[in-house]
């Protein structure tokens, strides 16, 4: 399957994560495509990244390529910020073009797990709103991302599960 892994990372813990799965997916020779989402001007403020994220903000973002038609499965990822997803997975998805009728899964990260489950629900929502067929969602607690083990546990259950 050709996938794309298209996710935002503020501090390092969606990255590692996707960079991870990414070599899982690879071992078991998906072609894998990873975008990741860089804003034009990084607010660097935990309150400004709260209030932008809490008031559904979308961010400017530089350099990104919105068709995702080429790819037969895609993976979001982000961290939940605020009860929510980031301004710049909200912007990305209001611009993103060929989700109609595909397949996706998304990935989200966060520290007590606050909101989680909102956040889950409304990305779904996006998601389909957009036409995609949401085929997983994952939830990772972004204190143990380090921990490998943990990592090959949860996707190891998504891999066998939705045979990527
Ligand atoms: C601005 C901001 C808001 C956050 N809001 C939440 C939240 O509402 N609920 C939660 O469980 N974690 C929250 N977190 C914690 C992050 O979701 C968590 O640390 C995540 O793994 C960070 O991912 P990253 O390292 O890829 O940026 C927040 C972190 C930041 C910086």
């Known amino acids: 399957m050709n996938i794309a892994l298209v996710y935002y990372s503020f501090s390092g813990n969606t990255h590692s994560a996707v960079i991870f799965f990414r070599q899982a997916l690879e071992e078991k020779t998906h072609q894998i495509q990873t975008v990741r989402l860089k804003l034009s001007r990084e607010e660097s403020s935990f309150f400004k990244q709260c209030r932008d994220a809490f008031l559904k903000k979308e961010a400017e973002l530089s350099g990104c390529e919105y068709s995702l038609k080429q790819y037969d499965f895609i993976i979001f990822a982000t961290p939940v910020w605020a009860f929510t997803i980031t301004p710049a997975l909200r912007s990305y998805l ?57 990592l090959r546990n949860e996707f190891s259950s998504l891999t066998k599960s939705y045979g990527l």
């Open 94 to 150: 209001s611009k993103a073009d060929g989700l109609k009728n595909k397949k996706v899964g998304f990935i989200l990260t966060f520290g007590s797990g606050a909101g989680a489950n909102k956040t889950k629900k409304e990305l779904e929502r996006i998601l389909k709103d957009k036409g995609a067929t949401v085929e997983f969602s994952l939830g990772l607690k972004g204190n143990k991302i380090k921990d490998k083990e943990y």
